[in-house]
């Protein structure tokens, strides 16, 4: 029965943690937006939109925690995005939340 709500549950935490997951992404190693696209669609199984990853992006870079670098491979130009130390501190943050939540067992 758990397994029935699983890709529910990814598609709606990758939405709305999308800032949180573009910066886990680049943090194993420095990726492009199209490429990015790629990885979101194939670990969670969720098309993106470019009007919504390349903002996202922007926004990420503006707030300090990614940072791009143009370079030209077989003669396209594509920008690189590297997470920065603010990058990693707030995904060290979301995972303290997150780690804060599960082993919360009081609900009330």
């Known amino acids: 029965m758990v397994d029935s709500y699983r890709d529910q549950f990814v598609q709606r935490l990758i939405l709305n943690l999308l800032d949180v997951h573009l910066l886990r992404l680049v943090q194993n190693q420095p990726l492009w937006g199209?490429?990015?696209?790629?990885?979101?669609?194939?670990?969670?199984?969720?098309?993106?939109?470019?009007?919504?990853?390349?903002?996202?992006?922007?926004?990420?870079?503006?707030?300090?925690?990614?940072?791009?670098?143009?370079?030209?491979?077989?003669?396209?130009?594509?920008?690189?995005?590297?997470?920065?130390?603010?990058?990693?501190?707030?995904?060290?943050s979301y995972y303290a939340v997150i780690g804060d939540q599960i082993d919360s067992n009081d609900l009330t």
């Open 34 to 92: 199209y490429k990015i696209k790629k990885d979101i669609e194939t670990i969670f199984n969720l098309k993106i939109r470019h009007g919504l990853l390349y903002p996202t992006l922007n926004a990420l870079e503006e707030k300090g925690f990614l940072k791009s670098q143009k370079q030209t491979k077989s003669g396209r130009a594509r920008k690189v995005y590297t997470i920065t130390e603010n990058g990693q501190k707030y995904i060290k």
